[in-house]
């Protein structure tokens, strides 16, 4: 079974720019979340999405957006991009039954800020 | 909010055992977790444990749960040289799929 595929997996854009990166789940898993990973703050929740349904958002500025299809791909998007969005973005899928919120995270998309 | 809180280093010999410890605030966490992050890579969930147990085993690990101090261990027997990498202690915060991450403890072994 393939596991969570993010792409890309870096890049490098300069300030003021957007960027979007996408994040395809495992097959069957319907609920994609998204964490941002920098050595200063560490791992901070960005966003849950549920049949295409944002259902959980973190404490992050609305540049920071995203989407999910209806065959429960994902994508997030930052826009007017800041120094300090450099940052490893996690995906995670899950399966979404029971309650043990067990997440399967790709290897991420490392985005440098120039 | 849920605060989760974990030493950042440890160092052990090949062979020895070692104990990662957590610490977190919300006492109404259902279940608690160890997620591992080897260098280069998203984070692999290791193990978890629901609030109502005190202890899970599995194969080289053990997950020890002390509710009345909200205390999280994790112990991993015969530490090998693959088991270098970051130990991210986890509790969900608000939502299913919302989990408040230690700030990761680096385990590092030496031969």
């Known amino acids: 079974k393939a596991g969570v595929t993010q792409t890309p997996r870096y890049l490098i854009k300069t300030r003021g720019q957007q960027v979007t990166l996408s994040c395809s789940p495992i097959?069957?898993?319907?609920?994609v979340s998204w964490y941002q990973q920098t050595p200063g703050q560490g791992l901070q929740f960005l966003f849950e999405?549920?049949?295409?349904?944002?259902?959980n958002k973190g404490n992050f500025p609305g540049r920071f957006s995203g989407r999910q299809f209806s065959n429960s791909r994902s994508e997030m998007n930052v826009s007017t991009l800041e120094l300090g969005d450099s940052a490893l973005y996690l995906c995670?899928?899950?399966?979404?039954?029971?309650?043990?919120?067990?997440?399967?995270f790709g290897e991420g998309s490392r985005l440098t800020v120039l | 909010g849920e605060d989760v809180e974990q030493s950042l280093f440890l160092s052990v010999r090949e062979g020895d055992s070692s104990v990662i410890n957590c610490t977190y605030t919300?006492?109404?966490?259902?279940?608690l977790y160890w997620y591992k992050q080897e260098p280069g890579a998203g984070l692999q969930l290791l193990t978890y444990?629901?609030?109502?147990?005190d202890m899970k085993q599995d194969q080289r690990l053990t997950v020890l749960l002390n509710k009345k101090d909200k205390h999280l261990s994790l112990r991993i027997a015969d530490t090998q040289t693959g088991d270098s990498a970051i130990y991210f202690c986890?509790?969900?915060?608000?939502?299913?799929?919302?989990?408040?991450f230690g700030a990761g403890t680096r385990l590092a072994v030496h031969p």
């Open positions: 995670a899928s899950s399966l979404q039954t029971g309650n043990t919120g067990e997440l399967f």
């Open positions: 097959s069957g898993h319907r609920s």
């Open positions: 999405y549920f049949s295409e349904t944002q259902r």
């Open positions: 919300d006492s109404s966490s259902t279940y």
């Open positions: 444990i629901f609030s109502n147990m």
């Open positions: 986890a509790a969900p915060s608000g939502g299913y799929n919302k989990l408040i």
